[in-house]
Nanobody, 126 residues
């Protein structure tokens, strides 16, 4: 049974940082990219970042480029999202998802993605 579990969310002041983790189990990581998505209240779910199974080059939404960094430790089956210079507009529930084969273009395309974590809440507020 494929499972994804996010952790690391919380309350942070504007300009602060958080690191989210996505621990995966029950599947062969070679066949999946891992994507981070977020959904703010009243808004559509949007893609934030994605990394291929082999690591290497990653994709980012324009809104987070230069502030967020995704990384992957296949030995631990864990993907991280380092979020710096957080702003109130980054407030959302963050989800990780197993994206079959390759990251999507655009990365907000989540059609057909079956495996999702339950999400972790990030609140950026003073």
């Amino acid at each position: 049974q494929l499972q994804l579990v996010e952790s690391g969310g919380g309350l942070v002041q504007p300009g602060g940082s958080l690191r989210l983790s996505c621990a995966a189990s029950g599947f062969t990581s070679d066949y999946y990219a891992i994507g981070w998505f977020r959904q703010a209240p009243g808004k559509e779910r949007e893609g934030v970042s994605c990394i291929r199974s082999s690591g290497g080059s990653a994709k980012y939404a324009d809104s987070v480029k230069g502030r967020f960094a995704i990384s992957r430790d296949n030995a631990k089956n864990t993907v991280y999202l380092q979020m710096n210079s957080l702003q109130p507009e980054d407030t959302a529930v963050y989800y990780c998802a197993a994206v079959p084969l390759e990251c999507r273009a655009p990365i907000s395309d989540y059609s057909g993605i079956k495996y999702w974590g339950k999400g972790t809440l990030v609140t950026v507020s003073s």
